[in-house]
């Protein structure tokens, strides 16, 4: 069964999947944060930043998102047209559980602007309606404090702290556990 690929708009963004039109701006989009978005995700494959990476990458997030893996998303910004970031959410669990993992970027120029909270509002609704999803995690290394007032400005709530926790920038880091849970769930 094809599940119809997300469109999501907020008053200034639109979110989507990318596609193989959109390598070039992904590709720029990540470039020019390289530094910025460094301190605070996993190590760059070598390739990462080139045409056949990114076209394949595109194929293997609409192939995970057909098969109720994941929803890799860009956010562009409506005018002009341009990826200002990304939202991930990773490693769907059903069954019992109806959960997964949230991360998420945005362009050192466009930070403080409100985009992040609205992107993650818009797809956070989406997923909570459409994908069905009861709960949703977003983990933040502590000294993050953007990450840490978006997310309480949304009502994700503090669980936990775990100790070297992911594989950040070429070291072991701590992370704040965080979740959000779906309210008005019903089952799928």
């Not at 590709?27 to 978005?37: A, P, R, S, T």
């Not at 990476?53 to 562009?76: A, C, G, M, P, Y």
């Not at 998420?104 to 909570?128: C, D, R, T």
Request: proline fraction near 3%; aromatic fraction near 16%.
């Amino acid at each position: 069964m094809m599940i119809e690929t997300p469109f999501i708009s907020s008053p200034r963004l639109f979110l989507k999947l990318g596609t193989k039109q959109d390598v070039l701006e992904i590709i720029n989009y990540f470039y020019q944060n390289k530094d910025y978005l460094a301190p605070w995700q996993p190590l760059w494959h070598s390739n990462f930043l080139t045409q056949e990476f990114w076209q394949q990458q595109v194929e293997e997030n609409f192939k995970e998102f057909q098969s109720d893996r994941s929803l890799k998303l860009f956010i562009f910004k409506a005018h002009p047209t341009e990826i200002i970031g990304q939202v991930n959410f990773n490693n769907f669990v059903r069954g019992a559980a109806q959960f997964c993992y949230l991360g998420y970027s945005l362009a050192e120029i466009e930070q403080g602007k409100g985009y992040m909270a609205e992107a993650l509002q818009a797809a956070i609704n989406y997923v909570f309606k459409e994908l069905k999803m009861h709960r949703v995690m977003a983990n933040y290394i502590p000294q993050n404090q953007r990450s840490s007032n978006v997310l309480k400005k949304l009502g994700f709530v503090v669980e936990g702290y775990a100790r070297e926790y992911l594989f950040i920038n070429g070291q072991w880091q701590d992370h704040i556990l965080t979740s959000l849970t779906n309210k008005a769930w019903q089952a799928r």
